[in-house]
């Protein structure tokens, strides 16, 4: 996926955005790993990226366009600082199985969960 973004599609109950490229390939990124891997200070920190744990139930609220370069996205859990460029969502695309790996390996060596640290059941 090295062509420019042409659609975002986000899947509410999936909770799934879409990344499609105008030479039609496609990708798929959770609301999880967008949050987890948001590209904010406050989750990059300054030089040491911050592990971002109990996401798995979090969705993305709002998608909003920055230009004709990125996109901010919030999330249910208040977080909205993250600017997601082209490129950027792009790389996501590309080493998602990479990074999502490398994501589980941290939070096991940390003790931390992708659960969410309060149960909340929807009726």
Known sequence: MSAPLSKLHYHQRR??????SHDGACGSLSAEFLRVHSPSAEVRGHGQPKLVANKRDVAITAITPVGHY?????FDDGHNTGLYSYTYLQQLVQQHDIMWQHYLQ?????NASREPRIAIKTV
């Open 106 to 110: 941290q939070l096991k060596l940390a």
């Open 15 to 20: 909770r799934v955005l879409d990344v499609i």
């Open 70 to 74: 990125a996109v901010k996205l919030s």
